[in-house]
C-alpha cells in the first residue's frame, strides 16, 4: 500500500508568514508523529498523535508551532509567524499502535521548508 | 532516555560485509533496539529491530549481546546504493524516537 505522504514537498516562505505542513499517515496506522531535521543535524521529535489526541507535545519548540489530526488520518503542523530558524526538513512518521517500543515508525519524505 | 554512542563514519568497499556497532549501556529491560537508514533529501527508512540475540531480515542482521548493552548492524556484501547515514536508537516509549548523529556509511567501487 502506499507510504506516507507529506505535501508541499518543498516550501520558500518570507519572515513572519505562517505556513501549513500536511501529512497523509499510512492507512489504519493510528499513531502520528512529527520531527524535524536542520541541516546536518539529527531529527527532533516535535508531537505525537493517538488517535486525534496529541499526549505528548514536549518537541514543539514555541508556541508558534502547532497541529492538529482529524479524522485520525491527516495532520497539519502550522507554523505562524515564521523565524529563519524554522528553516528545515520536517518529517512525518506514522505507525500501527503507537506508544509501544516495538512499535515501528515509518517515516514520509519530508517537507523542506526554507524562511528567507 | 537510553543514549547511544555509534561512530561517525564508516567507509567500505562494494561486496564487503560491513558491521556498525552501536554502544547504548544504560538500556533498560523494556527497550526494543532499532535501526533505520536515511538517504540526503529522504526520511529514515526502517531497517531492522531487535530485542536480545540475533535478528535477520532480508536486507540485514542485528546481533544483540546478552548484556543488551551494544548491537552491531551487519550489512552483507554493501554496494554503492548503501551509501547512507546509519541511526542506531533504543526504543523506550514508541512515542518519542530520539535519534543520535548517525554514522555515515561510504561505499566505494
Known amino acids: 500500500g502506499a507510504g506516507v505522504s507529506q505535501s508541499p514537498s518543498n516550501k520558500v516562505t518570507e519572515k513572519g508568514k505562517d505556513v501549513e505542513l500536511r501529512c497523509d499517515p499510512i492507512?489504519?496506522?493510528?499513531?502520528l508523529y512529527w520531527y524535524r531535521q536542520s541541516l546536518g543535524q539529527g531529527l527532533e521529535f516535535l508531537i505525537y498523535?493517538?488517535?486525534?489526541?496529541?499526549?505528548?507535545k514536549s518537541g514543539l519548540p514555541s508556541d508558534r508551532f502547532s497541529a492538529e489530526r482529524t479524522g485520525g488520518s491527516v495532520s497539519t503542523l502550522t507554523i505562524q509567524r515564521t523565524q529563519q530558524e524554522d528553516s528545515a526538513v520536517y518529517l512525518c512518521?506514522?505507525?500501527?499502535?503507537?506508544?509501544?517500543?516495538?512499535?515501528?515508525?515509518?517515516f514520509g519524505p519530508g517537507t523542506r521548508l526554507t524562511v528567507l | 532516555l537510553a543514549k547511544t554512542t555509534q561512530p561517525i563514519s564508516m567507509d567500505s568497499y562494494e561486496g564487503q560485509e560491513v558491521n556498525i556497532t552501536c554502544s547504548h549501556n544504560n538500556i533498560a529491560t523494556n527497550d526494543y533496539i532499532t535501526w533505520y537508514q536515511q538517504f540526503p533529501s529522504q526520511g529514515p527508512r526502517f531497517i531492522i529491530q531487535?530485542?536480545?540475540t540475533k535478528v535477520t531480515n532480508e536486507v540485514a542482521s542485528l546481533f544483540i549481546p546478552a548484556d543488551r548493552k551494544s548491537s552491531t548492524l551487519s550489512l552483507p556484501r554493501v554496494s554503492l546504493s548503501d551509501t547512507a547515514v546509519y541511526y542506531c536508537?533504543?526504543?523506550?516509549?514508541?512515542?518519542?524516537?530520539?535519534f543520535g548523529a548517525g554514522t555515515i556509511l561510504r561505499v566505494k567501487s
Open positions: 536508537l533504543v526504543n523506550r516509549y514508541g512515542n518519542k524516537l530520539v
Open positions: 512518521a506514522s505507525s500501527l499502535m503507537g506508544g509501544g517500543p516495538q512499535d515501528t515508525q515509518y
Open positions: 531487535g530485542y536480545k
Open positions: 492507512s489504519g496506522h493510528t499513531a
Open positions: 498523535f493517538q488517535g486525534n489526541s496529541a499526549p505528548d
